[in-house]
């Protein structure tokens, strides 16, 4: 995912709309389910975030930042999408697959994520490899701001009691805004998801086939 806010960016537009469609498609509904899921299930959630930015890959002139499913050729050690892995970044590898088999085999590989609140994240450099918390909490606040930008009708996108009101379609639940589930919302979604599937699969074919 491209963690690049747009309001840093110095006429950077590529890096600006890339923040938009990753963090519409990608980062924002990530953690409204992250948070739906810790409202509504008793069992532990382990979310991550991977921000480091490959040297060698097949998206290297492009200058892309940390994307969707970079930390693949890292937590599988491998040549995913033609990533070289640099001696640095070999070392981050060996420890995302020292996580990750953590996980696997005591089940509690970092703190567990609570509402807007925990993540781990895998870096190299000054930030390294931590916990970091409220980070989902800024995002969410950015994602309101994102939603509103490509749908406004988002119940999402608002974040307080009163903007929701104003909404006919949304209603407030508990602390935050929500679609009223008729069932031309259900319909509205389910097309929705189709159409991001099968653009998604569209993508990964042509990028590596």
Known sequence: MLIVDPSTTDKDYFNAFSWLIANYYCY???FYLFNYLATISSSSIY???????SENWIFTPLHF???????IPYVFHNQFAATQLTPVETNLSLKLIKYFTSFHL????WPSYKINQTIFIFDIGDHGI????????QMIEKCSVVL????????????TEQECSKMKHCQWIGDHCDTIQTSSALQNKHYSFTFSIVVLTFLINFLFK
């Open 148 to 159: 509103k930008y490509f749908d406004s009708d988002d119940c999402h996108a608002y974040l």
């Open 65 to 71: 930042n940390a994307t969707h499913l970079t930390e």
């Open 47 to 53: 979310v991550y975030l991977f921000i480091h930015p």
């Open 106 to 109: 005591s089940k509690q590989p």
């Open 28 to 30: 924002c509904p990530s």
């Open 130 to 137: 931590k916990t970091q918390f409220g980070y989902g909490k």
